[in-house]
């Protein structure tokens, strides 16, 4: 429990604001390579559906991916440093398989 609480300003720093930070720079640089323009948003007047579509699904990959990547990094370094895992040691079974005794 306290390592959940002691980990909260870690994770939220590492695992939200600066891995949203270089996913949206990552995106953007990739899709302005690509495309030879920044990425389109809902209210970019030239940009078709499906570029708009498309840009709003790989900017949502690439930061949950980015976001996932950076939480468990530093999940890992705090264990390292404390000794404690700040989150959940394992996953429950779905409640159809705990019904059936598997």
């Known amino acids: 429990m306290i390592a959940k609480i002691l980990f909260m300003p870690v994770g939220l720093l590492v695992g939200t604001v600066l891995a949203r930070r270089v996913a949206q720079t990552s995106f953007a640089d990739g899709w302005e390579r690509t495309r030879g323009s920044g990425p389109p948003t809902a ?39 404390t000794g404690f895992w700040p989150g959940e040691q394992s996953r429950e079974p779905a409640a159809r398989l705990q019904a059936r005794g598997d």
């Not at 209210?43 to 996932?68: F, N, Q, R, Y």
Request: proline share 3%; no cysteine.
């Open 43 to 81: 209210t970019t007047e030239l940009a078709t559906w499906p570029e708009v579509i498309a840009a709003a699904a790989i900017k949502g990959s690439i930061i949950a991916v980015t976001t996932a990547t950076f939480t468990r990094l530093s999940a890992t370094g705090f264990r390292y440093v």
